[in-house]
T-cell receptor, first 114, second 113 residues
């Protein structure tokens, strides 16, 4: 069964540094998402991406965040200058064309900002 | 804005016991409803989903959920749990556009052998 993959599984960085989290969505999917879960809190939506542009974003997704689909397979989340409060598990998800299609989640990247 | 509440944060059951996990949502329009499960060390997986039609939805591994529109609820049930059902369960909703998911806080289920 096709899967969403994410790398790295764990990223440790210093406050103020830039990080790039990588995702490979399922190959024929067209909608891509990033969510995050701060320890002990709910899974929160960050951004959705379709047709090479952001289709929706939450208030969490401020100017420090950006997303990109640099080639036909990868989908990346960049945090320009990390803050302590960015420490969280970041999940990538993808789905097909129809709104009834399931969003499939990757295993997540645990980001620790020191 | 949508919101989802899961009132049971931790549930402990013995094998063969019946399970019901509560999920309530608030949203004024048409919603799509989901239950996801996260087994220890694994990623979120879809258990079942509801978009329209029969409000009683059957999912994988013997789980089912019932959409009760008047109560804004989508409770998850399983008649007889197994040790392997130990996991965290998340209720989620999205709107007609099918875009962002709004998650509840999750319920950690522990099934004792």
């Amino acid at each position: 069964e096709p899967e969403v993959t994410q790398t790295p599984s764990h990223q440790v960085t210093q406050m103020g540094q830039e990080v790039i989290l990588r995702c490979v969505p399922i190959s024929n999917h067209l909608y891509f998402y990033w969510y995050r879960q701060i320890l002990g809190q709910k899974v929160e939506f960050l951004v959705s991406f379709y047709n090479n542009e952001i289709s929706e974003k939450s208030e969490i997704f401020d100017d420090q965040f950006s997303v990109e689909r640099p080639d036909g397979s990868n989908f990346t989340l960049k945090i320009r200058s990390t803050k302590l409060e960015d420490s969280a598990m970041y999940f990538c998800a993808s789905r097909g064309q129809d709104y009834t299609d399931t969003q499939y989640f990757g295993p997540g990247t645990r980001l620790t900002v020191l | 804005a949508q919101s989802v509440s899961q009132h049971n944060h931790h549930v402990i059951l013995s094998e063969a016991a019946s399970l019901e996990l509560g999920c309530n949502y608030s949203y004024g329009g048409t919603v799509n409803l989901f239950w996801y499960v996260q087994y220890p060390g694994q990623h979120l997986q879809l258990l079942l989903k509801y978009f329209s039609g029969d409000p009683l939805v059957k999912g994988i591994k013997g789980f089912e959920a019932e959409f009760i529109k008047s109560k804004f609820s989508f409770n998850l049930r399983k008649p007889s749990v197994q040790w392997s059902d130990t996991a965290e369960y998340f209720c989620a909703v999205n709107d007609d556009a099918g875009n962002m998911l709004t998650f509840g806080g999750g319920t950690r289920l522990m099934v004792k052998p």
